[in-house]
């Protein structure tokens, strides 16, 4: 199948920092880049997204960078507070109909005050 | 926001025993999804739906699965007969369509005794 890498498994981080998470995929075609915040016992919850026509976007504290190229995307999480502790998933899908999102392997960050 | 409805949150069954997971998908979406999770861990595609069809599937959607959506009513996943790796929670997503936001259910986490 497709995969989609994600490093890391498990991020520590200061409040008020920063924190990146990286995602890699196989697909070439692969044209959509959600990614999905999950708190325990929740369902994930889209928080951002990027498309193949972009390379950046920003929203609210939260930046993607796609490298089509190297078939790399990214978070960046600015300015980190502890209610960003979560787990976080990257995808990744093609954009053809019927497609479906592929997860990465998820990053559980954890925010310390 | 758009909400999907899980019934029921959680289900307790004895392996061997038929289990079916239902799902009250966004209105009018169009693309049904199914994904199993472990633990706080990877979310794993099993199979999503298209206009009454199956359009993917993966290696996880074993023999003992299925899914229909009769009619425009619940779009469920049975597994007859479960067995002890399928205890997990199973999210139920919905799509406007494949490059559309994935809208995901709570979640039904099924424990096979």
């Known amino acids: 199948g497709e995969q989609v890498e994600q490093l890391p498994s498990i991020l520590r981080v200061q409040e008020g920092s920063s924190a990146s998470i990286n995602c890699t995929y196989e697909?070439?075609?692969?044209?959509?880049f959600p990614w999905y915040k999950q708190e325990p016992g929740e369902n994930p919850k889209l928080i951002i997204d990027?498309?193949?026509?972009?390379e950046r976007k920003q929203t609210q504290g939260l930046i993607v960078l796609l490298d089509k190229k190297a078939k790399r995307f990214s978070l960046h999480i600015t300015d980190t507070q502890p209610g960003d502790s979560a787990m976080y998933f990257c995808?990744?899908?093609?954009?053809?109909?019927?497609?479906?999102?592929?997860f990465g392997t998820g990053t559980k960050l954890q925010v310390v005050p | 926001g758009p909400k999907v409805l899980q019934i029921p949150s959680h289900q307790i069954i004895d392996m061997g025993q038929m289990v079916t997971l239902n799902c009250d998908p966004v209105s009018n979406h169009l693309y049904f999804y199914w994904y199993k999770q472990i633990l706080g861990q990877q979310m794993e595609f099993l199979v999503n739906f298209y206009n009454g069809k199956v359009m993917e599937k993966s290696k996880l959607f074993k023999d003992q699965f299925s899914v229909e959506r009769p009619d425009g009513s619940y779009f469920t996943l049975k597994i007859q007969p479960t067995a002890l790796e399928d205890s997990a929670v199973y999210f139920c997503a919905s799509s406007f369509n494949s490059q559309n936001t994935l809208y995901f259910g709570a979640g039904t986490r099924l424990s096979v005794l």
């Open positions: 990027i498309r193949s026509n972009m």
């Open positions: 697909n070439s075609a692969s044209n959509y």
């Open positions: 995808a990744a899908s093609e954009g053809n109909s019927g497609t479906y999102q592929r």
